[in-house]
């Protein structure tokens, strides 16, 4: 793993985007990005760039923002898998609260103050944003909008899910519950989000969602059909064991913290 530190002390939140081959969008959205929290979030960030084997310039791009802008690193992992990378910088963080985005922004940055405000406070361990909770404004294709409701149904009629939208990239977690978690989770790939939020559902871990604004990016490096397969098949192993999936005891979890 190749880093490059723009950091020297700790910060309160550590912001994870993975990416491949994304040169075409990454230095725009990490200087929107990087803009938006020195604006409007009142405590030290971190933003991390998580190379996953990218083929084109994306590692030069990430590196260089890296060097440029502070409180912006990158990491380089030789392996593809969004799992593998927010699993590589969440548990090697040193920050109190953990959280990832999609590169392309499809969720707008205003909510990003609403979705660690209850984590902050301490009235969540795990907050999500949601596409599908009331107050959500959407847009994006038909077949996305099946898709996208169908597994959740499935989710919520199979595994009993009790949030809405397991998918959405923008999520935050408290960092010790993220040490916690992070290592039962066996995908590396996209179901790594259910599987966390299924994981933590049974483990008692207080999840909080948030209907956000989202607008759908046409040029997405997702496989939407090869990714549904292997989301089923995600969900069919957690079925089959359920036991063990509930094995694994969380205590500190489980207690309300405020994160200080």
């Given at each position: 793993m190749n880093e490059m530190r723009a950091t020297t002390s700790p910060p309160v939140l550590d912001i994870a985007i993975p990416v491949?081959?994304?040169?075409?969008?990454?230095?725009?959205?990490?200087?929107?990005?990087?803009?938006?929290?020195?604006?409007?979030?009142?405590?030290?960030?971190?933003?991390?760039?998580?190379?996953?084997?990218?083929e084109d310039a994306t590692r030069l791009i990430g590196m260089r923002l890296a060097g440029v802008l502070d409180g912006v690193r990158f990491v380089h992992l030789p392996e593809k898998g969004r799992g593998r990378a927010l699993r590589s910088v969440w548990l090697a963080s040193d920050a109190r609260v953990v959280a990832y985005m999609d590169v392309d922004l499809s969720t707008r940055l205003e909510s990003l103050t609403a979705l660690l405000a209850p984590i902050l406070?301490?009235?969540?361990?795990?907050?999500?944003?949601?596409?599908?909770?009331?107050?959500?404004?959407?847009?994006?294709?038909?077949?996305?909008?099946?898709?996208?409701?169908?597994?959740?149904?499935?989710?919520?009629?199979?595994?009993?899910a009790s949030f809405r939208d397991a998918q959405c990239g923008f999520k935050a977690l408290r960092a010790d519950v993220a040490r916690d978690l992070v290592p039962a989770v066996r995908d590396q790939e996209w179901f790594f989000d259910t599987e966390l939020l299924i994981l933590a559902q049974r483990a008692g871990v207080r999840i909080q969602e948030l209907p956000v604004e989202w607008v759908e990016d046409r040029d997405s490096r997702v496989n939407v059909p090869r990714t549904a397969l292997a989301d089923l098949r995600g969900v069919l192993r957690l079925v089959s064991a359920p036991r063990s999936a509930r094995a694994r005891s969380l205590p500190r979890s489980a207690r309300p913290q405020e994160v200080r």
């Open positions: 491949f081959n994304e040169e075409r969008i990454l230095e725009q959205s990490v200087r929107a990005l990087h803009t938006h929290v020195r604006e409007h979030i009142p405590f030290a960030t971190r933003i991390t760039i998580v190379d996953n084997a990218s406070s301490g009235h969540a361990d795990i907050a999500i944003g949601s596409r599908l909770a009331p107050g959500a404004r959407v847009s994006r294709s038909a077949g996305r909008e099946f898709i996208s409701r169908g597994y959740n149904l499935l989710l919520r009629s199979v595994l009993h």
